[in-house]
């Protein structure tokens, strides 16, 4: 029976529990003539258009009741009367789908925000500067069935080869409910349910599961946890997230707020979808919808029309759901250059009252949009002015995808496959190592792969780029390792795509049925060592990064290019330390012997990464400079030091062709 006990303006939206039992249900449907909440309530069904069953409706739009027997894990739907006529929706605020009916003909489950029991009160995000990211999608990351997609407690098992590779942040492509089953992640559905493929809903495999999550929160001292505690699907989720916390890994979810799906399943419309929820009259013009416009730029479904105040605070409450009950540590916002495109004023407006507010509930949170000048039309194209406060003018966002090192590094390995004679530019790479115009190098994020571009059908990954006749020649593992060194000795927050970092050389597929899958058997004892070699080389790279704060500051200062030798030197420093860092990578098929590099000060210069070392672990004929070298004489390449201390010059060997050499000081620490 539905009661209007406590139901207020301030009500949450969708079902929710409340303290003494029941639960309040809030829905928007304004064209809607009569909203009725059905469900099975405490073991009793609650089924038709009765009055009993009737939601009351305020003068926003807005329906609201109270049912006294609701509990945890009980089903409901909302039975919507409308103009345009009458049937079942999905609630839009739904924790989670039920799996009784398959998708998208399923009703909703009721779950508390508060059962699971967190273990990361002291985990503090880290600063944006210190932040390397790791992109993986959930559905393929680490099968444990061949053809099954992997879940959110297949990835948990993988937390320490991530926390032993050095990243702290793990940006997993969207997760909430997809249209379609398997899904890269851009055609959402239900933004709050987490997708169905990566739920764990079998008793026997949840109790596996559970001894292993137990272990891995042993390890760290942590409180086990109970069947209970990971039986619904967010808690699965939560669990995720709050493992990665534990082993000092940030999460960061990627979210898509400029458009949703596109309501069909199968071919089928889904017409229990948020489309026209409230039932208006559809006669063609998707402005009379209740979420959306008939604006599409290709991306797979109407833009939300951000115009009105209520779809808005729909998206912004997603994003403030995300924080309080999964704990996130951010957001990547997909393309938010067409969310500002298709929008206009409303676009721009939305932008500057989601940044605003979610950096008012967490001020550490990461705020990262893709942003494409190209794609805005009249709108700002500005990359710095999106993240810009908005009291200065901007967007407000923290950070924004960057494509300069990326095309230029992606170019100078492409043109390098093709031999000694072809023509590199590393001019490119000099002038993208700092992102232009920029406050700080951590406002970008630079990344060589990515789901995008590396994608099936789309470009290469990096060992396929650079040979294409032998993925793991030591053209592909040498150029593979001047690709990734970059990343990490450069300005900017470090994006890694998952498998990059062992050298992978299929593009990725979301398909778990596909042959394009992780070959994580390549890093087995007895494989090919190319695989656990280079894995070694970016554990290293990252350890690197994190020793030494130069590397994560802002000053670069590209003093050396040789496109014709192939050869490209960088310096990195911070302001009156003395931890300078003296970057060098080439691109040449030949070792250089004698090879003269400036450096900004004479004296003893230790070489503490070389990559050639990697070359078939530990390469017995590394070409390098012996651990360090003395530089002295007189000035070159422009180097300039501060006053009283001397312009000096090195002749050292540079590493075996397409590998970096980072050499930093021994006696200014």
Same mark, same amino acid.
């Given at each position: 029976?539905?009661?209007?006990?406590?139901?207020?303006?301030?009500?949450?939206?969708? #079902?929710?529990?409340?303290?003494?039992?029941?639960?309040?249900?809030?829905?928007?449907? !304004?064209?809607?003539?009569?909203?009725?909440?059905?469900?099975?309530?405490?073991?009793?069904?609650?089924?038709?258009?009765?009055?009993?069953?009737?939601?009351?409706?305020?003068?926003?739009?807005?329906?609201?009741?109270?049912?006294?027997?609701?509990?945890?894990?009980?089903?409901?739907?909302?039975?919507?009367?409308?103009?345009?006529?009458?049937?079942?929706?999905?609630?839009?605020?739904?924790?989670?789908?039920?799996?009784?009916?398959?998708?998208?003909?399923?009703?909703?489950?009721?779950?508390?925000?508060?059962?699971? !029991?967190?273990?990361?009160?002291?985990?503090?995000?880290?600063?944006?500067?210190?932040?390397?990211?790791?992109?993986?999608?959930?559905?393929?990351?680490?099968?444990?069935?061949?053809?099954?997609?992997?879940?959110?407690?297949?990835?948990?098992?993988?937390?320490?080869?991530?926390?032993?590779?050095?990243?702290?942040?793990?940006?997993?492509? !969207?997760?909430?409910?997809?249209?379609?089953?398997?899904?890269?992640?851009?055609?959402?559905?239900?933004?709050?349910?987490?997708?169905?493929?990566?739920?764990?809903?079998?008793?026997?495999?949840?109790?596996?599961?559970?001894?292993?999550?137990?272990?891995?929160?042993?390890?760290?001292?942590?409180?086990?946890? &109970?069947?209970?505690?990971?039986?619904?699907?967010?808690?699965?989720?939560?669990?995720?997230?709050?493992?990665?916390?534990?082993?000092?890994?940030?999460?960061?979810?990627?979210?898509?707020?400029?458009?949703?799906?596109?309501?069909?399943?199968?071919?089928?419309?889904?017409?229990?979808?948020?489309?026209?929820?409230?039932?208006?009259?559809?006669?063609?013009?998707?402005?009379?919808?209740?979420?959306?416009?008939?604006?599409?730029?290709?991306?797979?479904?109407?833009?939300?029309?951000?115009?009105?105040?209520?779809?808005?605070?729909?998206?912004?409450?997603?994003?403030?759901?995300?924080?309080?009950?999964?704990?996130?540590?951010?957001?990547?916002?997909?393309?938010?250059?067409?969310?500002?495109?298709?929008?206009?004023?409303?676009?721009?407006?939305?932008?500057?009252?989601?940044?605003?507010?979610?950096?008012?509930?967490?001020?550490?949170?990461?705020?990262? @949009?893709?942003?494409?000048?190209?794609?805005?039309?009249?709108?700002?194209?500005?990359?710095?002015?999106?993240?810009?406060?908005?009291?200065?003018?901007?967007?407000?966002?923290?950070?924004?995808?960057?494509?300069?090192?990326?095309? #230029?590094?992606?170019? @100078?390995?492409?043109?390098?496959?093709?031999?000694?004679? &072809?023509?590199?530019?590393?001019?490119?790479?000099?002038?993208?190592?700092?992102?232009?115009?920029?406050?700080?190098?951590?406002?970008?994020?630079?990344?060589?792969?990515?789901?995008?571009?590396?994608?099936?059908?789309?470009?290469? =990954?990096?060992?396929?780029?650079?040979?294409?006749?032998?993925?793991?020649?030591?053209?592909? =593992?040498?150029?593979?390792?001047?690709?990734?060194?970059?990343?990490?000795?450069?300005?900017?927050?470090?994006?890694?795509?998952?498998?990059?970092?062992?050298?992978?050389?299929?593009?990725?597929?979301?398909?778990?049925?596909?042959?394009?899958?992780?070959?994580?058997?390549?890093?087995?004892?007895? @494989?090919?060592?190319?695989?656990?070699?280079?894995?070694?080389?970016?554990?290293?790279?990252?350890?690197?990064?994190?020793?030494?704060? &130069?590397?994560?500051?802002?000053?670069?200062?590209?003093?050396?290019?040789?496109?014709?030798?192939?050869?490209?030197?960088?310096?990195?420093?911070?302001?009156?330390?003395?931890?300078?860092?003296?970057? *060098?990578?080439?691109?040449?098929?030949?070792?250089?012997?004698?090879?003269?590099?400036?450096?900004?000060?004479?004296?003893?210069?230790?070489?503490?990464?070389?990559?050639? *070392?990697?070359?078939?672990?530990?390469?017995?004929?590394?070409?390098?400079?012996?651990?360090?070298?003395?530089?002295?004489?007189?000035?070159?390449?422009?180097?300039?030091?501060?006053?009283?201390?001397?312009?000096?010059?090195?002749?050292?060997?540079?590493?075996?062709?397409?590998?970096?050499?980072?050499?930093?000081?021994?006696?200014?620490?």
């Amino acid at each position: 029976m539905i009661s209007q006990v406590n139901i207020s303006a301030n009500t949450p939206m969708g #079902a929710t529990l409340v303290p003494g039992g029941g639960a309040t249900f809030r829905a928007w449907a !304004p064209l809607a003539t009569a909203v009725y909440i059905n469900g099975t309530f405490g073991g009793s069904p609650l089924i038709g258009q009765t009055d009993n069953l009737l939601l009351a409706k305020d003068a926003n739009g807005y329906w609201t009741g109270f049912v006294s027997s609701a509990q945890e894990s009980d089903s409901y739907t909302f039975l919507v009367v409308g103009p345009g006529g009458t049937g079942p929706k999905r609630d839009p605020y739904a924790r989670e789908l039920a799996p009784a009916s398959a998708f998208p003909n399923c009703s909703n489950l009721i779950r508390s925000a508060t059962a699971y !029991p967190w273990h990361d009160a002291a985990f503090v995000t880290p600063d944006f500067s210190n932040m390397i990211v790791y992109q993986l999608h959930i559905g393929t990351y680490n099968p444990a069935t061949r053809g099954a997609p992997s879940n959110f407690l297949d990835v948990i098992g993988k937390i320490p080869y991530l926390a032993g590779l050095g990243i702290n942040v793990l940006q997993p492509l !969207p997760v909430d409910e997809m249209e379609t089953d398997p899904s890269m992640g851009y055609n959402g559905a239900d933004l709050f349910s987490p997708d169905f493929p990566y739920v764990v809903t079998d008793p026997v495999a949840l109790n596996g599961y559970l001894a292993s999550v137990n272990a891995l929160l042993a390890a760290k001292g942590g409180a086990p946890l &109970a069947l209970r505690d990971i039986t619904p699907g967010p808690a699965q989720l939560k669990a995720l997230v709050d493992l990665c916390h534990i082993y000092g890994i940030a999460v960061v979810f990627d979210v898509v707020y400029n458009h949703a799906g596109g309501f069909t399943v199968n071919g089928s419309l889904d017409d229990n979808c948020i489309y026209y929820w409230d039932h208006a009259k559809n006669v063609g013009n998707n402005n009379d919808s209740l979420y959306f416009t008939d604006q599409d730029r290709g991306t797979g479904g109407l833009s939300f029309a951000l115009w009105k105040n209520d779809v808005s605070q729909f998206l912004i409450n997603n994003a403030l759901y995300y924080i309080a009950e999964f704990h996130v540590d951010g957001f990547r916002y997909d393309e938010i250059s067409d969310l500002i495109s298709m929008n206009c004023d409303s676009g721009w407006t939305f932008c500057c009252n989601l940044t605003n507010t979610l950096r008012f509930v967490k001020p550490r949170l990461l705020q990262n @949009a893709e942003f494409w000048p190209g794609e805005v039309g009249n709108y700002p194209k500005s990359w710095p002015l999106i993240v810009t406060p908005t009291s200065s003018g901007g967007a407000g966002f923290d950070v924004v995808q960057h494509d300069g090192l990326r095309g #230029a590094v992606r170019s @100078a390995v492409a043109a390098a496959a093709y031999g000694q004679s &072809a023509v590199i530019d590393l001019d490119a790479v000099a002038s993208n190592l700092y992102p232009q115009g920029f406050t700080h190098g951590w406002q970008a994020v630079p990344c060589v792969e990515n789901h995008d571009i590396v994608k099936v059908g789309t470009d290469l =990954r990096i060992p396929a780029l650079a040979d294409g006749s032998n993925h793991e020649s030591w053209y592909a =593992r040498s150029r593979s390792r001047f690709a990734t060194g970059l990343l990490p000795t450069a300005p900017g927050i470090p994006q890694i795509f998952m498998g990059q970092e062992f050298l992978e050389d299929k593009q990725w597929s979301w398909d778990p049925t596909s042959p394009n899958l992780i070959w994580w058997a390549g890093l087995n004892p007895g @494989a090919d060592t190319a695989r656990a070699d280079h894995l070694r080389f970016t554990q290293d790279l990252i350890r690197l990064r994190w020793s030494y704060p &130069a590397l994560r500051g802002d000053n670069v200062n590209p003093f050396h290019v040789h496109n014709q030798n192939r050869v490209i030197a960088f310096h990195r420093w911070l302001e009156g330390t003395g931890q300078d860092v003296i970057v *060098v990578a080439t691109l040449a098929e030949d070792t250089w012997y004698n090879y003269g590099i400036g450096f900004p000060f004479a004296g003893p210069w230790r070489e503490v990464f070389n990559s050639d *070392v990697y070359d078939n672990w530990v390469n017995p004929i590394v070409a390098g400079n012996a651990g360090g070298i003395s530089a002295s004489g007189p000035p070159l390449h422009g180097k300039r030091s501060d006053p009283g201390q001397w312009l000096c010059r090195l002749c050292p060997q540079l590493n075996r062709s397409e590998s970096s050499s980072t050499v930093g000081p021994s006696t200014r620490h």
